[in-house]
Each structure stands twice: as C-alpha cells, then as structure tokens.
C-alpha cells in the first residue's frame, strides 16, 4: 500500500504534502531527506487515523518523478492493521470474534500495527467477514 507524496522544491528546501491525506505535510533540507520524512509523517498521520477509526483514504494518484509525485509506502504492519479494520468495516468485532472462535482482546491484535498476525490468522479472518485472502509480491 502507498499513497503520493508531492514533494516541491523551495527556496529553503523541500516541501512535501499528501494531497489525498488532509494534514499530512513535512518539509526538508534535501530530496533525501524529503522522502524520509514523508514516509516518517505518512505513517504517523495513518497511526492516528486508525486509531482514530478514521477510514482509510482514498488512493486514486499515480506517481511521476518527473511531476514531484512520489509513491511512498505505508509500513507493512500498519497497512495490514488498516485492511482488516476496512475488511471488518461496517460488522461488529463480536460477530467477528465468534466467528473465528477467538476473544475480543485476541482480536484487538488484528486491528494494532504494533502486534504480529500470522497469515493463518489472517486466513481465518478473512472467513470470517466472508473474504479470501491474497497474498501478492510487486
């Protein structure tokens, strides 16, 4: 998962913004440091909105160097932690929870970003809000 950075050259430096992530700015020195911090600000922006149980943005922008606009990825944890929370949207966690056979503090695992989930229990969510789990490399 990744969302567009575009990222600006200024007199001081660089500027960076998330169009389709309200909020979500950084600045910095160099281009380098420009993508470091626009992962850095993306991740922490996502953090809260998930905390938040904000949905997730949409992504609809295309990256082009070229324009400024940069593909900058969502930390892997954190993008699983925010598909489950999409996937369940809209279907108690109770109903969830008996459906797997599982607590509702177990369950609290698959919605943290800070906790591990096996894709066995991935396997089993996605079951349970009657999806089928995908596994993708690009």
């Not at 600006?8 to 960076?16: A, I, M, P, S």
């Not at 892997?76 to 489950?84: C, F, G, K």
């Amino acid at each position: 998962m990744e969302y567009i950075a575009c990222i600006t050259k200024t007199d001081d430096g660089f500027e960076v913004e998330f169009p389709e992530i309200q909020g979500c700015l950084t600045c910095a020195d160099t281009l380098d440091e420009a993508l470091y911090m626009a992962s850095d600000a993306l991740n922490a922006v996502l953090s809260v909105k998930l905390e938040d149980k904000d949905p997730l943005p949409a992504r609809t922008m295309k990256a082009d160097e070229r324009k400024g606009l940069y593909a900058i990825a969502v930390e892997t944890n954190l993008a699983v932690a925010y598909s489950i929370f999409e996937a369940r949207r809209g279907k108690p966690a109770s109903e969830i929870c008996r459906k797997m056979e599982i607590s509702r503090q177990a369950y609290a695992n698959f919605e943290n970003p800070k906790k591990g989930i096996t894709v066995a229990s991935l396997d089993k969510f996605a079951k349970a809000v009657g999806k089928k789990l995908v596994i993708d490399f690009v």
